[in-house]
């Protein structure tokens, strides 16, 4: 918004630009340091001597002879077992994602085409059921998946989180279907095609923009999800961000923290990078519903 | 679209939805009528030289026989609901009664549970979400007003603490405020407390987890509000910049009434996010002063001996409930609006 007319004062140019590095430092300087401890012995980073052992490294240099020591990483990733840990976050993700989007796109896909009173209450009722806490419905999971005896496993999470998930899928897409024009698949179908097939030929090809915003979401719902896989997943089969809470609820073990530490900044690496390739998509996808909607 | 077509695309994700959303609401609702099992007690009759003695034990192998027939437990109706970790009707009453001032009495109040975690919901919910519309608001401003070239990766840098998972985000930030921390350390520096901690005042938790609120939730603020400020027309701007309005004018008269649906529905989903507040709490380990709803149901659902689904159900119905009075104002429009455009 460059305008013309619009002459600020240099006062303002500099408070303005104060005010984003300070800004800027708040949001991420939690996380540089985070990346920055986790490369320290717990004594230095957790110091209860002296903070400033966390930069110098008094400690570290003392029991590994190093500045830096990559030790809490790879006990958390060996003996912590967080491989194990994120060897079930994939797997959880991929196919809460993949299921997610296919169920959204076709449900959507109808909601965005039908013009029947149903489709606004549809809509209504998913923006109740994204209102609702998740730890509430896990209370209304827990006592029937232990009759049935479907705790504790992977795919049991997995369709739950999909559903949790819908909602806002639907809301994303169906938002996204109304910016293609009716005219695309209104014409195949006068060529004969089934409302099927007009959905495979001719939506599914110019739908991509829209399924990576809402495929990404439904990622960052399922990578980080705490409550459902607390809750659902037995030890075993815990993802990242329930092992990363039982290092911190063991500490007697002296590595432990710098263990959370560690995994802490493992868990987030890969999110930061997928936000950077896709920023557009994820800024795109949060203001859709709010622009249009 | 005909129906029978609508009903064919639209079956699996609404019947994932009705399995796995409308169905746990409703088993919720019936767990939150059954109470655990008590345990069977029975007497045993222990006789030795001196004489005979007559103990109470549980009975085991009955109690185990008792909970495989009625897993749900036995039913309770609305026992659970005002129990005294829930609505606590008697224990009001009694404090009604006994207390000498009104402060006394709300004080007493508080201190029940579910009382004790309403409060600070709500006390998180009414903090969090103004300064987070505000400063999101504040922020996208500001870095409208940025060069374009280097707005990319200062957008970047303002939505990470919204990206990662609250649990991960509560835990940075603890890390450094503790007392061990880098914030925290040299706080107690400052001011010459060497006792001054996070966990010693129930005041200090509150604060804390409230700023962790405001600076988890005010990127996505932003990242609406920035967009929506791309949308401001510039012909009135411009005008009114002729007319010479100050920029304060400009922002109270013209991109506020612009962007106003949007503060609206930032508002709504802050608010709903917020209410369900429970992460945080176990990221900062301050179970012991601040809890909310939603961390009232985990505690009763990772309880060591019996999980204690009744009581988990009825507080979750409890929160249901707050979240529908939340959400009735605009479902209430939205109805309204749906009226008025048929």
Same mark, same amino acid.
């Given at each position: 918004?460059?305008?013309?007319? #619009? ?17 800027? @430092?708040?949001?991420?300087f939690p !996380?540089i340091w985070t990346f920055w401890g986790s490369f320290k012995v717990r004594a230095d980073f957790f110091s209860r001597a002296d903070w400033w052992y966390a930069i110098s490294a008094f400690n570290t240099l003392l029991e590994t002879g190093g500045q830096f020591t990559?030790k809490a990483?790879?006990e958390a ?21 993949? =299921? ?21 209450? *549809? +809509? ?21 998946? /232990? ?37 695309? #698949? ?9 409302? !099927? ?18 495929? @990404?979401?439904? +990622?960052?719902?399922?990578?980080? #999800? ?18 990363i809470?039982?290092y911190l609820g063991t500490n007697q073990h002296e590595g432990n923290l710098m263990w959370a530490v560690s995994a802490v900044v ?11 390739? /896709?920023?557009? %998509? ?12 | ?28 609702? =019936? ?28 009975? %085991?192998?009955?109690?185990? $026989? ?24 008697? %224990? *009001?009453? #009694? ?12 004080? %007493? ?29 504040? $922020? ?26 609250? +649990?991960?985000?509560s835990l940075v930030l603890f890390w450094m405020i503790d007392a061990e921390g880098i914030i925290g350390a040299n706080l107690q520096l400052m001011m010459e407390d060497p006792y001054l901690s996070l966990k010693s005042s129930?005041?200090l938790t509150?604060?804390t ?15 609406? /509000? ?20 100050? &920029? ?5 008269? =013209?991109? +506020? ?18 209410? &369900? ?6 990221g900062f380990s301050a179970?012991g002063s ?53």
């Amino acid at each position: 918004m460059e305008y013309g007319l #619009d002459k600020r004062s240099n006062a303002l140019k500099t408070f303005n630009t104060t005010f984003i590095i300070i800004w800027l @430092l708040i949001a991420c300087f939690p !996380f540089i340091w985070t990346f920055w401890g986790s490369f320290k012995v717990r004594a230095d980073f957790f110091s209860r001597a002296d903070w400033w052992y966390a930069i110098s490294a008094f400690n570290t240099l003392l029991e590994t002879g190093g500045q830096f020591t990559s030790k809490a990483y790879s006990e958390a990733w060996t003996e912590g077992e967080f491989w194990k840990a994120s060897r079930n976050t994939i797997i959880v993700t991929v196919f809460v994602v993949s =299921i997610s989007l296919f169920l959204g796109t076709l449900g959507a896909y109808a909601l965005s085409r039908s013009t029947e009173r149903y489709a606004f209450w *549809i +809509l209504i009722a998913a923006l109740i059921f994204r209102a609702m806490p998740h730890i509430t419905l896990v209370s209304g999971y827990l006592f029937p998946f /232990f009759e049935l005896q479907i705790w504790g496993i992977l795919p049991t999470t997995i369709v739950v989180l999909v559903a949790i998930n819908q909602p806002f899928t639907l809301w994303l897409l169906y938002s996204f279907f109304k910016t293609v024009p009716k005219e695309l #698949d209104e014409s195949a179908l006068i060529d004969g095609c089934s409302y !099927f097939q007009a959905f495979r030929y001719i939506i599914m090809p110019v739908m991509w923009p829209g399924v990576i915003t809402a495929g @990404l979401f439904s +990622l960052m719902l399922a990578y980080n #999800d705490f409550t459902v896989t607390a809750l659902l997943l037995n030890q075993e089969n815990h993802t990242m961000v329930p092992k990363i809470q039982s290092y911190l609820g063991t500490n007697q073990h002296e590595g432990n923290l710098m263990w959370a530490v560690s995994a802490v900044v493992s868990a987030t690496a890969p999110l930061f990078m997928l936000v950077m390739f /896709f920023q557009r %998509q994820v800024i795109s996808g949060l203001t859709t519903g709010a622009i249009k909607g | 679209m005909p129906n029978k077509t609508f009903f064919w695309f639209f079956l699996p994700t609404g019947l994932a939805m009705i399995l796995f959303i409308g169905l746990p609401i409703i088993s919720t609702g =019936i767990q939150s009528f059954y109470a655990q099992h008590d345990q069977v007690v029975k007497e045993v009759k222990k006789c030795d030289p001196f004489g005979c003695t007559v103990s109470i034990v549980v009975d %085991q192998e009955a109690t185990s $026989i008792l909970r495989d027939e009625k897993p749900l437990g036995k039913f309770n109706g609305f026992g659970t609901y005002i129990d005294r970790n829930h609505l606590a009707i008697e %224990q *009001i009453s #009694d404090f009604w009664k006994e207390t000498d001032s009104f402060g006394e009495f709300i004080n %007493q109040v508080t201190n029940l549970p579910f009382y004790k975690a309403l409060l600070f919901t709500l006390t998180y919910c009414l903090f969090v979400t103004p300064n987070v519309l505000l400063l999101g608001f504040i $922020i996208a401003l500001s870095l409208n007003a940025i060069s374009r070239k280097i707005r990319g990766p200062l957008i970047f840098g303002t939505i990470l603490p919204m990206i990662v998972t609250p +649990l991960v985000g509560s835990l940075v930030l603890f890390w450094m405020i503790d007392a061990e921390g880098i914030i925290g350390a040299n706080l107690q520096l400052m001011m010459e407390d060497p006792y001054l901690s996070l966990k010693s005042s129930r005041t200090l938790t509150w604060i804390t987890i409230i700023i962790y609120g405001i600076w988890h939730h005010s990127p996505f603020a932003f990242v609406v /509000f920035y967009a929506a400020l791309q949308t401001v027309p510039q012909e009135p701007v411009e005008a009114a910049i002729i007319d010479g309005a100050s &920029r304060y004018q400009r922002i109270r008269h =013209i991109v +506020l009434p612009h962007i106003y649906p949007v503060v609206t529905f930032v508002a709504l989903i802050s608010l709903m996010d917020n209410f &369900r507040v429970f992460e945080p709490i176990i990221g900062f380990s301050a179970e012991g002063s601040a809890q909310s709803l939603s961390w009232l149901i985990y505690d009763n659902l990772v309880n060591e001996e019996v999980i204690l689904f009744g009581s988990a159900a009825a507080t979750s119905m409890m929160t249901i409930i707050g979240i529908a009075i939340l959400l009735a104002p605009v479902l209430i429009r939205t109805w309204k609006e749906f009226r008025t455009a048929r």
